[in-house]
């Protein structure tokens, strides 16, 4: 499972969130807008942009592109 950091009326999120659906990928969602330490956690690793996906306690920013791929090659 994975952890995905998005925020209201983000596109890319939405994005990222439907191809994790369409691959059957369970995740659970954190608001960076709702949760402290959700920000707090993108912030100390210089992470910006939303989304931001977590693969084995390492959190990742970038495209939706490279975040799926990142998912799904953890994924197989």
Known sequence: MFTIYTQDNCPNCLELKNV???N???YTELDVNQSY???AKMIMNDIETTPAVEINNQ???GNVADLTKAILGNNL
């Open 20 to 22: 994790l659906k369409q």
């Open 24 to 26: 059957n990928i369970q």
């Open 37 to 39: 330490s959700a920000k």
């Open 59 to 61: 959190l990742f920013g």
